[in-house]
């Protein structure tokens, strides 16, 4: 079975320094259709999940542009380039079958 | 926009049955699969349930299959989720989630205790 791996599992950041999170499978993500089906979601506290990123290094529909995906294979990245208030709570990727990591959670130093 | 709107959580014996509904607007149902995921109270996300757009694909994960039927009705743009013989780890707030737009619902929380 796949396994998601997130690291870290905490992370405290000063506001406007820059943030990353890894996600790592067990398996390659790259599909037999060429694509690479692997999401991060941001969840706040006391909120629903909101997709930020798919496919890798997509951005959803008004997810500011501080937010980045990237990776391939088996090792993907979710980097936020300059941490503001609202960006705390836990992120999660996931990958195409729906496999989600356990999860970093994000707080403000 | 798109909207979800979950409904028909509460409190039930163990044992017991339920059935969660989803609703759903701002986007063509019938076309996209959809998808029902929960979080237990404090934990992470786990994936219960999908279903194909015409219904001919199901998939459970292996905590549910058995228990749980996922099925969806495009005329009324709904998504079930059939909960038999609950058990007290299937507490959680259950979310109904399209992959297509990302978007998920508010969620609505499932107890069972005696």
């Known amino acids: 079975d796949v396994v998601m791996t997130q690291s870290p599992l905490s992370l405290s950041v000063t506001l406007g320094q820059p943030a990353s999170i890894s996600c790592r499978s067990s398996q390659s993500l790259v599909y037999s259709d060429g694509n690479t089906y692997l999401n991060w979601f941001h969840q706040r506290p006391g909120q629903s999940p909101r997709r930020l990123i798919y496919k890798v290094s997509n951005r959803d529909s008004g997810v500011p542009d501080r937010f980045s995906g990237s990776g391939s294979g088996t090792d993907f990245t979710l980097k936020i380039s300059r941490v503001e208030a609202e960006d705390v709570g836990v992120y999660y990727c996931m990958q195409g079958t729906h496999l989600f990591g356990g999860g970093t959670k994000v707080e403000i130093k | 926009e798109v909207q979800l709107v979950e409904s028909g959580g509460g409190l039930v014996k163990p044992g017991g049955s339920l059935r969660l509904s989803c609703v759903a607007s701002?986007?063509?149902?019938?076309?996209?699969?959809m998808n029902w995921v929960r979080q237990a109270p404090g934990k992470g996300l786990e994936w219960v349930s999908s279903i194909s757009s015409n219904s001919n694909y199901m998939y459970y994960a292996d905590s549910v299959k058995g228990r749980f039927t996922i099925s969806r009705d495009n005329a009324k743009n709904s998504l079930y989720l059939q909960m038999n013989s609950l058990r007290a780890e299937d507490t959680a707030v259950y979310y109904c989630?399209?992959?297509?737009?990302?978007?998920w619902g508010q969620g609505t929380l499932v107890t069972v205790s005696s």
């Open positions: 701002g986007f063509t149902f019938s076309t996209y699969s």
């Open positions: 989630a399209d992959d297509n737009s990302g978007s």
